[in-house]
């Protein structure tokens, strides 16, 4: 089995900054790429930003310049630093890895944590 647990979600007043963690743990036997989705009320999930294993980066328009993606391969975890935020970043952030246990990769999904953006 494989968990994926973030941590960091909270309030956060607009021009202010949070930073997001995910940790996989359980059968892993390697990690490509992991990443960070939001889902906002009413809106379709999108993805924010990814970071492959060999640490390219990809990142959505809207959060270009203000959010960086990063991992640490000890740890299997996964980090997003939110900077500069705004009402419009207000969402449930899911954090996503593809793992291998042994034989294929498969996409697994952390439970999401709240990102709220107001005065």
């Known amino acids: 089995q494989v968990q994926l647990v973030e941590s960091g979600g909270g309030l956060v007043q607009p021009g202010g900054s949070l930073r997001l963690s995910c940790a996989a743990s359980?059968?892993?036997?390697?990690?490509?790429?992991m990443g960070w989705d939001r889902q906002a009320p009413g809106k379709q999930r999108e993805l924010v930003a990814a970071?492959?294993?060999?640490?390219?980066?990809n990142y959505a328009d809207s959060v270009k310049g203000r959010f960086t993606i990063s991992r640490d391969g000890a740890k299997n975890t996964v980090y997003l630093q939110m900077s500069s935020l705004k009402p419009e970043d207000t969402a449930v952030y899911y954090c996503?890895?593809?793992?291998?246990?042994?034989?294929?990769?498969?996409?697994?999904w952390g439970q999401g944590t709240q990102v709220t953006v107001s005065s």
């Open positions: 996503h890895a593809d793992i291998s246990s042994g034989y294929y990769y498969k996409r697994y």
């Open positions: 359980g059968s892993i036997f390697s990690i490509a790429a």
């Open positions: 970071i492959t294993s060999g640490g390219s980066t």
